[in-house]
């Protein structure tokens, strides 16, 4: 998967976000998991577009960082709305968390990829 592929993989799941965002019930909790879900679900792809056009080595680790961050986030904020449940459709809530859960290990993946690259160019 390429970089612009990823972005755009990045911006359907913050599509994804609002949709279950605008879905919670309008209860107390439902409110509050769906303003957070919200900021943690659509970070991912605006700190992505930062990472790509990161100035060094050490900047692209660390928004990548961020990135990865964020997702782990909106994977426990996604399981407590299932849990709990505050929304009508928990199949929906399970493919976006098999998703969130997809990228978390894309992330992961490539930060140690680059990790280890840098690593190897202070040598």
Known sequence: MNKHELQERLIKFAIQTLNIADSLYKTYAGIHLSKQITRSGTSPALNYAEAIG??????????MKIVLKELRETYIC??????????NNISKVESYM??????????????????????????
């Open 54 to 63: 990161a100035e060094s080595q050490k900047d692209f680790i660390h928004k």
């Open 78 to 87: 996604s399981k407590i709305i299932k849990l709990k449940p505050l929304i």
């Open 98 to 123: 098999t998703e969130c859960n997809e990228l978390i290990s894309i992330f992961v993946a490539s930060i140690n990829t680059a990790s280890k690259k840098s690593l190897i160019k202070n040598r």
